[in-house]
C-alpha cells in the first residue's frame, strides 16, 4: 500500500513518518497471521520476514511486525526497540519531536487496518504511560489512532474489535539486545 521511499519524504513530521512506517511494515504482509504454504515462523530478521511475505510462505505475526518496523526504522537512522506485552509484541520508537519513547503497534489482530498507536491530549504515548494509565483506571483518557480514513477513537472501542487489548499491558518487557541482524 505505501512504498518506503514515501516514509523518509521530507516535510512530514516525525510522527506522520513513523505512521507511514508502521502502515509499511504492517501491510508488507497483508495475509499476516496466515501460515501459507509452509508451517514455519521465520526468525527475528527483516530481511528474511520481508522476503518471506512477498510470497507468503510462512507466519507472520505481532513479533514479526514489530520486528520490521524496529528493524527498519534503525536503517532509517532512528532509535527503537521491541517491546514484548501479555501475549502481544510491539515496537517502540525514541522521538525527538515529543522527547519521549512512543509505541507503534504494527501487528495487533489478522485485519492489518487495525495497526494504530495510543495518545493522550494529542501527546503519543509509550508503553509504561499506557500500563500506568490503564492501572489507574484512566483508559478513558487514551485515544486508539488509526491511519485515516479511520481516525481515532476511545480505548472503549478495543473490546469490539479483533485486536489486542489494553490488558496485554498488565506486564512487558524490553529486550535490550537490539542487534538481530
Known amino acids: 500500500q505505501y512504498r518506503l521511499d514515501e516514509v523518509v519524504t521530507s516535510g512530514k513530521t516525525e510522527l506522520e513518518k513513523f505512521v507511514l512506517l508502521r502502515e509499511w511494515a504492517r501491510f508488507s ?3 499476516g497471521w496466515d501460515m501459507g504454504s ?3 515462523v521465520p526468525p527475528w ?3 528474511i520476514l520481508l522476503e518471506t511475505n512477498k510470497k507468503p510462505i510462512a507466519l507472520c505475526m505481532c513479533t514479526h511486525y514489530s520486528t520490521i518496523f524496529t528493524q527498519c526504522a534503525i536503517a532509517l537512522g532512528h532509535t527503537a526497540r521491541q517491546v514484548i506485552l501479555d501475549h502481544h509484541c510491539v515496537a517502540e520508537v525514541w522521538s525527538n519531536q515529543f522527547g519521549k519513547w512512543i509505541l507503534m503497534d504494527t501487528g495487533n489482530s489478522a485485519d492489518p487496518t487495525t495497526n494504530c498507536h495510543f495518545e493522550k491530549d494529542g501527546v503519543p504515548l509509550n508503553a509504561l504511560e499506557i500500563r500506568r494509565l490503564w492501572r489507574a483506571g484512566r ?3 487514551i485515544e486508539v489512532v488509526y ?3 479511520r481516525g481515532r477513537t476511545g480505548c472503549e472501542q478495543l473490546k469490539d474489535k479483533q485486536q489486542c487489548s489494553l490488558a496485554n499491558f ?3 518487557a524490553i529486550p535490550f539486545r537490539n542487534d538481530h541482524l
Do not use: G, M, Y
Open 38 to 40: 509452509a508451517s514455519w
Open 45 to 47: 530478521d527483516a530481511l
Open 29 to 31: 504482509a497483508p495475509k
Open 170 to 172: 498488565r506486564r512487558f
Open 139 to 141: 483508559e478513558k483518557e
Open 147 to 149: 491511519t485515516p480514513p
